[in-house]
């Protein structure tokens, strides 16, 4: 099913959903009305009582109709979601699954030692697992609480539950284990991040500084992975966010929170799926892809130790389908390199240089040394 027959469906459960409100509004006034005649005509006549007791029950029954309305729009999220979120998750990823009633693993989250309070109870849902040029990730929705009790001044106990992270987890697994690790948080509530036998890091960005509090085992690998263009693609990252933002990386694992009291993927049957809101929407989907690319993470500095130990480590996509896209990747970069090989060698037959045709394919022949021995660790 297409966006535009989406939308024609969507038209018809709207449609339906404000008869269904109507109906109800409508019940209720006749029953409203129904009630307050009776009460001024019981001075004349006590046998009109009967109708504030029918007033009384239309305005129930109007009541009922009008509240079963968010039936069709409960309805509409739970069906459509899934449609909607394959249809985009198709358009940007080779490889990818859904599963709306799936998690982050809670334990996932507390190894990234950026929480530190633990969760009562909590709740995760859509999962999105998949890859993109090559980096795996998984994403879901997080919601974690923390009971509290208490005794009021009359001796009475009560328990309330207090939300300390909702928002959207996110997970990378980068092809290269940088054997260290690196916390970064916002200054807001940075006690809760776990520091301990790490140093403080500060950067050249004052802006980076006075936003983040950074932490590292090792300051010399921080510098390496955290180039001043990555400082500014976090940067930018926190602004596109409200609530807080926060990043680890533990060998080869990335994990990024974002706390904004947000509930993410979530349809709406009043909002129509135009291509405008459809964007919206599709920004969601398409954040995983924007961070691994901007974050560079599909860069030959966090690709250099591809191997097997590093495949399928994580997601749990279909194996036949990430060896497909593993296959289909390798052969697009052979490809590639062929034609930039013919290209150099017609430029060198041109050129009509002895000296510089010996140079030029002596620099050709360390370059399919190199990529061979990269293909050779896939």
């Known amino acids: 099913m297409d966006f535009k027959e989406l939308e024609q469906e969507r038209l018809k459960r709207l449609a339906a959903y404000k008869k269904r409100g109507n109906i109800g509004l409508i019940v209720m006034l006749c029953g409203i009305a129904v009630g307050v005649g009776g009460f001024f005509l019981l001075k004349v006549n006590e046998n009109f009582k009967i109708m504030i007791i029918l007033g009384l029950l239309a305005l129930g029954v109007g009541i009922g109709i009008f509240s079963s309305k968010h039936g069709i729009a409960s309805k509409y999220a739970r069906e459509f979601k899934k449609p909607v979120v394959e249809a985009l998750l198709k358009k940007w990823y080779d490889v990818y699954s859904y599963d709306e009633r799936g998690g982050m693993p809670l334990a996932e989250i507390y190894n ?23 980096v795996q990730f998984r994403t879901s929705d997080v919601h974690l609480e923390e009971e509290h009790t208490y005794t009021d001044s009359k001796g009475n106990t009560h328990t309330e539950w207090i939300t300390f992270f909702r928002g959207r987890w996110y997970q990378f697994f980068l092809n290269r284990d940088f054997e260290t690790i690196i916390r970064i948080k916002e200054k807001k509530r940075i006690k809760e991040m776990i520091t301990r036998g790490l140093e403080k890091v500060e950067v050249e960005s004052i802006g980076f500084n006075d936003k983040f509090m950074a ?12 180039s001043p263009v990555v400082i500014e693609k976090m ?42 809101n459809i964007g919206a929407y599709e920004s969601q989907i ?15 500095k966090f690709q250099q130790q ?9 997601i749990h ?19 590639n390199l062929d034609n930039i090989v013919e290209a150099k ?3 060198i037959d041109k050129a009509d240089n002895p000296d510089y045709a010996a140079e ?10 190199g990529m061979d021995e990269g293909f050779n660790k896939m």
């Open 215 to 226: 932490y590292a085992m090792d300051d010399h690998k921080f510098f390496y992975i955290f």
């Open 317 to 335: 996509v279909d194996e036949a389908d990430m060896a497909e896209f593993m296959a289909h990747d390798v052969e697009s970069k052979m490809e």
């Open 360 to 369: 030029e394919i002596d620099r050709i022949d360390e370059e399919l040394e």
């Open 235 to 276: 940067l930018e990252l926190e602004k596109m966010h409200r609530g807080q933002f926060m990043f680890s990386l533990d060998g080869n694992i990335v994990n990024i929170g974002i706390n904004d009291n947000r509930d993410y993927l979530e349809l709406n049957l009043k909002t129509a799926l135009t291509e405008e």
């Open 345 to 347: 060698l017609d430029e």
């Open 286 to 300: 398409n954040l995983m892809a924007a961070i691994i690319k901007e974050f560079r993470f599909d860069s030959y």
């Open 306 to 314: 591809t191997g097997t130990e590093y495949v399928n480590n994580a």
């Open 112 to 134: 990234s030692g950026l929480l530190t309070r633990r969760a009562d109870r909590w709740h995760t849902e859509d999962l999105i697992e998949g890859m993109f040029n090559g």
